[in-house]
């Protein structure tokens, strides 16, 4: 990651090329640098990143002089830095140092009527990609896109886009054919009572879902990586909720 961040000199070690090789950030000079999944940068290069982005110079691997920069940088994830700041996994001056501009995304699930546009976006660009006419969603189908989570945001509906487009038959895609291919809903708990979560406050919906999740994992720490939280997180929540 180092290598191609910052690129190196030709033979600074086992298996680069001798000519050396220009890293992102020299390629990005006078433009912008997308650093998606900022939180997985690991520490030890997390400190080398903070310099280039301070100095606003960058060293290859290997190399005994400077290269100036200037860029621009915009940084993307989905986990909370500053709880990763707290675990000691994220370093705090490189967080103040890249949050100039924060933009809060929200997931899917909380942009109502955005699920069926972005569906009919991707629906017409694989249409064209596999040359199928115009393929339409039925009232049912916009119905059953709106009430699902959408736990993979973007991702996931870009690939449910794609397989529907692949499997119509003719120009008509209905509510049938999008419970075909989305995932079956989870199993709660036997003694899950559904009638205490007829009530669609945050509170609810937070206890339904780590429920869920907790009825099919086996560990506490198996729990909060699939929810994308911590194990303190987790346990906080279920104190807050009530679950034991």
Not at 106 to 111: H, N, Q, V, Y
């Amino acid at each position: 990651m180092e290598s191609e961040l910052f690129g190196y000199e030709g033979g600074a070690f086992t298996g680069a090329s001798k000519t050396g090789k220009a890293g992102l950030f020299e390629a990005a000079h006078e433009g912008t640098i997308f650093l998606d999944e900022v939180s997985e940068i690991p520490l030890t290069l997390q400190s080398r990143l903070l310099r280039v982005i301070q100095e606003r110079e960058v060293r290859r691997i290997g190399a005994n002089r400077v290269i100036p920069i200037n860029v621009r940088i915009i940084c993307a994830t989905n986990r909370d830095l500053l709880e990763m700041i707290g675990q000691g996994r994220f370093r705090e001056d490189l967080y103040y140092r890249l949050k100039v501009l924060s933009v809060q995304l929200p997931p899917l699930r909380k942009r109502d009527g955005d699920t069926a546009l972005i569906m009919r976006h991707y629906i017409a660009y694989y249409a064209q990609k596999f040359g199928k006419g115009n393929i339409r969603l039925s009232p049912e189908a916009v119905e059953r896109v709106a009430q699902y989570d959408w736990p993979g945001n973007v991702r996931e509906i870009r690939n449910i886009s794609e397989q529907l487009t692949v499997l119509c038959e003719d120009d008509l895609i209905t509510g049938a054919d999008i419970a075909a291919v989305l995932p079956q809903p989870r199993s709660l708990p036997r003694d899950f009572d559904l009638q205490e979560h007829d009530d669609p406050t945050l509170s609810s919906l937070q206890k339904r879902r780590i429920l869920e999740v907790l009825a099919r994992t086996s560990s506490r720490k198996e729990a909060a990586e699939a929810l994308g939280i911590s194990k303190t997180t987790l346990w906080r929540k279920c104190k807050e909720l009530g679950l034991n």
